[in-house]
């Protein structure tokens, strides 16, 4: 494993208390400016999502109605009834957004898919990066308010649905995550840039509670003017 991922995972709370979990539990409150441009209504109900995490697997609830939620694996995405009853499915889902711009419209399940893929990948950082077929390496730090992050990048495989295949990861002295750059392949593919902080240890593993991710210019910084999505992480427990 690559060095400074084994110091980050350890800083994390280390490999073998992560692999003693199944999945992760926390209530998510998000909004932002992708959602308005998506055409998707927008609120702060706080949103119970569940992740598993050796499986590429989770579900949120509410969505849509008080007594559904979403069920999301890779190749199909729902809502259902609590009860399991099927309201709405996609197979295949990723193929929806063929041709997808960042104003292009989404539908329910749209967005359930891209809720599902992106809490999954940010509630299983780091460790995520220590699985099978995810290449990193540490690239050139780098400077922000007077710090100095250490940057690892990942290449993802084609088994693994994230926002894109290749992206940047920044850690400060203690290792935590601090940003975290990708591209939204599914929205036209824009570049983001995803602010961490407020950093909490909850069942042994660390994991920032707020993140705000905004458009990145070519200079690699985030264009704080224009927020895309904002997250606020709570109640968080692994079983």
């Known amino acids: 494993m690559n060095q400074l991922l084994t110091e980050v995972i350890d800083a994390h709370g280390g490999m073998d208390r992560w692999t003693a979990y199944q999945k992760v539990e926390a209530s998510f409150v998000s909004v932002g400016g992708l959602f308005a441009l998506k055409g998707s209504i927008q609120d702060t109900t706080p949103r119970q999502v569940t992740v598993w995490l050796h499986e590429q697997r989770g ?3 509410p969505y849509g109605a008080p007594d559904q939620r979403t069920m999301y694996t890779p190749d199909r995405i729902a809502i259902e009834k609590v009860d399991g009853t099927v309201v709405s499915e996609r197979l295949a889902p990723r193929d929806s957004f063929a041709g997808h711009q ?7 399940l749209h967005r359930a898919y891209f809720s599902g893929y992106a809490r999954w990948t940010y509630l299983t950082t780091p460790f995520l990066l220590a699985g099978d077929g995810v290449h990193v390496e540490e690239t050139e730090p780098w400077k922000e308010d007077g710090e100095t ?5 990942a290449w993802f495989p084609g088994s693994i649905e994230t926002h894109s295949r290749v992206q940047d990861f920044f850690f400060d002295d203690s290792l935590m995550l601090r940003r975290h750059d990708y591209q939204v392949n599914i929205a036209g593919g824009f570049p983001a840039a995803q602010l961490t902080s407020e950093h909490v240890s909850v069942d042994g593993i660390s994991l920032p509670t707020k993140r705000r991710a905004y458009t990145r210019g070519p200079d690699r910084r985030p264009i704080l003017d224009l927020l895309m999505v904002a997250m606020d992480i709570s109640d968080v427990k692994f079983s």
Do not use: H, N
């Open 102 to 108: 960042m104003d292009t419209p989404w539908d329910a």
């Open 59 to 61: 579900s949120m609830l």
């Open 149 to 153: 992050w250490r940057v690892l990048r």
